[in-house]
């Protein structure tokens, strides 16, 4: 989950945020979900890829792990997780689109497997991440343009790919946030969370991120339980307000339920993958250093505009935001020139609360695409 650097007001961002109610639609189901997927099932590849950790001014080389399927379909889709998802969160995805399109899966740096320079304050910005995904791409012999379908951060990462990268990236799908420039400064953290009590955990994540990653770390299940909910299992309402705990609103739970949309053999592959590195080097994606640094490089290049086809789909049943609102007050349509927003009902995981829904939205858009 995630909240970046915006063009507007911090009072304008407290009432979007905090003050307007989400939308009433409701839920729309469509039947026939997929078979119970095992993620153990599916090949990983490893890019050696560099890096550099910014404390130390170190060059280093990092391991990208990645999934790859179908290499031999003529479009490709590179999906992007978010936090704290990894290659596995897009099982619905693969399932659907694995006999149509060449997907590309990859673990962020720092996420399971998929190693970091070692600098979680500065050593992962959004061009270190598109840097990786030039990479990946490149490892696994990709020889013409993807589409970049990402959620949460995974959103913003496949944004900045297709702003920076324009000669990889054909189109963009964005979940769960909408496109936020670097058209206007970076604000403080912690005057968001005085004036949005939802947004309180960004404080904790940026001010204290090793006693963060400390408490996500004490029990992997728990954290990730509290995590990955639904409308129809949310969190506390006291959830994500805290700006010195992360899991203090789940203290009456003796035990968390277990996560609503995965199978107990999906469930315990993230908690066995989180396992591998804890929480956190995932946990640069919001500190001040990798925030600012972004917000510089985009800065120095001066072009916030997205030219490609690109898809908006915007959660109306998300705790933290009524990210509609918010997008329209950020005027993220503004540096499109080509964008078509859908809403659905879900929380903060519409590709895993409501699959066929998102799915269905994604196969239209995506055969809107020219033909290769």
């Avoid at 997929?34 to 560099?50: E, G, T």
């Avoid at 399971?112 to 990946?136: E, F, R, Y």
Wanted: glycine share 4%; net charge negative.
């Amino acid at each position: 989950m995630q909240f970046f650097r915006l063009p507007i007001s911090v009072v304008a961002l407290a009432i979007a945020i905090g003050f307007v109610s989400a939308s009433s639609q409701e839920p729309l189901t469509i039947s026939s979900p997929n078979p119970p997927f095992d993620p153990h099932s599916y090949p990983k590849r490893v890019a050696q890829c560099p890096g550099i950790n910014r404390e130390t001014s170190e060059l280093t080389n990092i391991d990208l792990q990645y999934v790859e399927v179908n290499p031999t379909a003529s479009r490709t889709l590179l999906l992007v997780h978010g936090w704290p998802g990894l290659w596995s969160t897009w099982s619905n995805q693969i399932q659907h689109f694995e006999k149509d399109y060449h997907l590309i899966i990859p673990n962020l740096r720092g996420f399971g497997a998929s190693t970091h320079p070692g600098d979680v304050q500065t050593s992962g910005t959004m061009s270190d991440m598109v840097s990786d995904l030039a990479c990946i791409l490149q490892h696994a012999n990709v020889q013409h343009k993807v589409v970049c379908v990402g959620h949460d951060w995974g959103s913003q990462i496949c944004h900045q790919a297709s702003r920076m990268r324009p000669d990889l990236v054909e189109a963009v799908a964005g979940a769960a946030m909408p496109y936020i420039s670097a058209a206007g400064p970076v604000l403080p953290v912690e005057e968001l969370s005085a004036l949005v009590p939802a947004l309180s955990y960004l404080t904790y994540f940026e001010k204290q991120t090793y006693q963060a990653a400390a408490e996500l770390n004490a029990s992997i299940r728990r954290t990730l339980r509290a995590i990955f909910r639904d409308s129809a299992s949310p969190p506390p309402a006291k959830f994500l307000r805290s700006t010195t705990s992360f899991l203090g609103a789940w203290e009456d739970y003796e035990e968390i339920p277990p996560i609503p949309f995965f199978t107990q053999a999906e469930e315990d592959y993230l908690v066995e993958q989180y396992s591998i590195q804890g929480f956190e080097k995932t946990l640069q994606l919001y500190t001040y250093g990798n925030r600012f640094g972004s917000w510089a490089f985009d800065r120095a290049q001066g072009n916030f505009s997205i030219s490609q086809p690109a898809l908006s789909i915007l959660p109306t049943n998300d705790p933290v935001a009524d990210w509609v609102f918010i997008s329209k007050a950020l005027q993220s349509a503004d540096f499109f020139s080509q964008l078509t927003i859908k809403t659905m009902y879900s929380q903060h995981w519409p590709q895993l609360e409501e699959p066929q829904v998102y799915n269905r939205i994604l196969r239209d858009w995506l055969n809107t695409l020219p033909s290769l």
